[in-house]
Structures are given as structure tokens and as C-alpha cells.
């Protein structure tokens, strides 16, 4: 089972990015799937999640309004939009994914390596 998270980078304040994973090695459309970070120094938090279908989507207070989560067509591949960037929102992202949303939002059974998103102020 793989998940493979690309599309971190530096960006400005104020910036976008849009974050792709690429699920393999399961049937990943029977799974919800999210996205976590750690920013330096602090613990893994809950970002967004989607459920299987793609069509509901869960936020963490601190991006909501700035963050949309979706999934792709063929429901293996998951994208975070994230706009309005801040310098709190530098962290390492991990693309994440589980059984049902009570275990995507809180303990993910599979979590991809990570991409690093780094905002300047």
C-alpha cells in the first residue's frame, strides 16, 4: 500500500498550492481520505478529509474557508486546494487515509512520506 504525496513548495503569504496523492496497491475508493500536518515543533494535526464518494468533506477550524479537499474521477487520488496561505500553515503534509472518517480525522491506518509546504512572510 502506497500513498504518494507531490505538489509542496515555498510560497508567499497570501499564496496558493495545491497538494496531489496517489493511492496504490488497494482498492482505495472503498476509503476515506484526508490530510494531516506537522508543523516544526509541534504534533500531527488533523487538516481535511473526504469520504469515499468525494462527497462530503471535513475541515480542521483553522483552515476551513481556505482549504478545499477533493477527491479525482477515479477516486484514488486526493487534492487539497489551499489558498490564502499563512506562515502558521508551514508544515510537513501528510496524505492520509482509513476506514471510515472517525478513523481518517483522528487515527489514519495509512499515511503517505510527506511534503513539505513552507510560507513566507
Known amino acids: 500500500v502506497q500513498l504518494q504525496a507531490s505538489g509542496g513548495g515555498l510560497v508567499q503569504a497570501g499564496g496558493s498550492l495545491r497538494l496531489s496523492c496517489a493511492a496504490s496497491?488497494?482498492?482505495?475508493?472503498?476509503?476515506?481520505m484526508g490530510w494531516f500536518r506537522q508543523a516544526p515543533g509541534k504534533e500531527r494535526e488533523f487538516v481535511a478529509a473526504?469520504?469515499?464518494?468525494?462527497?462530503?468533506?471535513y475541515y480542521a477550524d483553522s483552515v476551513k474557508g481556505r482549504f478545499t479537499i477533493s477527491r479525482g474521477v477515479a477516486k484514488n487520488t486526493v487534492y487539497l486546494q489551499m489558498n490564502s496561505l499563512k506562515p502558521e500553515d508551514t508544515a510537513v503534509y501528510y496524505c492520509?487515509?482509513?476506514?471510515?472518517?472517525?478513523?481518517?480525522?483522528?487515527?489514519?491506518?495509512?499515511w503517505g512520506q510527506g511534503t513539505l509546504v513552507t510560507v513566507s512572510s
Open positions: 496497491g488497494r482498492t482505495f475508493s472503498n476509503y476515506h
Open positions: 492520509v487515509a482509513g476506514t471510515s472518517i472517525v478513523v481518517v480525522t483522528s487515527t489514519p491506518t495509512d
Open positions: 473526504v469520504g469515499r464518494s468525494g462527497g462530503n468533506a
